[in-house]
């Protein structure tokens, strides 16, 4: 077993960017205080991991050897990892299952050794572990039932989708990884070289446009979360992120992520938390009511 260490081999490779960089709300001031230590533990992990995976100078090997001494840390097996080690203890002190942070370790894994996808099926199985253990690990933590995981793997994996289509262009200059499916790409004649140009082709732009409209299916689903999780504050952050992702997605219809930045400029977010919060109180107030 390794010895303790203050701070772990990964680290080297951190980006330098906070929750407070995310697109959406990451343990915000609207989730209890008692609560936000073992999501900002889970986030501290998860980043430190996806960092490694997104490094532009490690080699392979190195990436991968990094990430199974997180996963053998969190399991226990070592303390090669400081953000492991405090996870884990997290985990064990609430009670908490390793699963959810096991499975986005391997997300991390197939970034490094995955760099294409076939079609929308195949990218939706990735999106079950880079991004729904993230919806399921925060409703274990309020203690919320897995009655909801339906609800909430559909808008997480809705927010993956929205960060790959931002990102299509820089992922695949920086670390030749193209999570558009490769039979949308055929069907619009889109190539794969088309993402490292200043601006996307008409047939780039027709495959991100279906991507979106897919990917507005499942936040249809997922616009019914909210108003199923019992613990109003994290239902008020859920309704706050369902919005801003509704939003996001719209944009990228109408806007090139090659050429454009394609996020929330701080001029809009007072009218999309109003929104939010309006929609939140609506939904809320029905269901107290029919319950009355």
Not at 126 to 154: Q, T
Request: charged share 25%.
């Amino acid at each position: 077993m390794n010895g303790d260490c203050k701070m772990s081999e990964a680290a080297v490779l951190a980006s330098g960017k906070g929750h407070k960089d995310e697109n959406f709300p990451v343990a915000s001031v609207i989730i209890a205080p008692s609560h936000r230590p073992a999501i900002m533990a889970f986030y501290r992990f998860v980043r430190t991991a996806d960092d490694v995976a997104d490094s532009e100078v490690a080699p392979s090997e190195e990436k991968l050897r990094l990430l199974e001494a997180m996963r053998l840390t969190l399991m226990g097996g070592s303390n090669a990892s400081a953000e492991g080690v405090a996870l884990r203890a997290v985990l064990e002190a609430r009670g908490l299952a390793t699963d959810h942070a096991a499975d986005l370790l391997e997300a991390f894994r197939r970034d490094i050794i995955k760099l294409r996808y076939a079609d929308w099926n195949e990218l939706i199985d990735y999106c079950r572990y880079s991004a729904m253990p993230v919806g399921r690990y925060i409703l274990d933590v309020h203690g919320e039932g897995k009655g909801v995981w339906l609800l909430s793997d559909a808008l997480c994996a809705a927010l993956q989708v929205i960060n790959h289509l931002q990102d299509c262009g820089k992922d695949y200059r920086a670390l030749n990884r193209v999570y558009l499916p490769q039979d949308v790409l055929d069907k619009h004649g889109a190539r794969i070289v088309d993402l490292g140009g200043e601006t996307a082709t008409p047939a780039l732009r027709a495959v991100i446009a279906e991507l979106a409209a897919r990917n507005a299916e499942l936040l249809q689903t997922s616009a019914a979360f909210a108003s199923h999780i019992r613990d109003a504050r994290l239902a008020l952050e859920v309704a706050i992120i369902q919005r801003l992702a509704e939003d996001l997605n719209k944009k990228l219809l109408a806007l090139d992520p090659l050429s454009e930045r394609v996020h929330h400029r701080k001029i809009e977010l007072p009218r999309l938390l109003f929104s939010a919060f309006y929609r939140f109180l609506r939904t809320r107030l029905f269901a107290a009511r029919k319950g009355a």
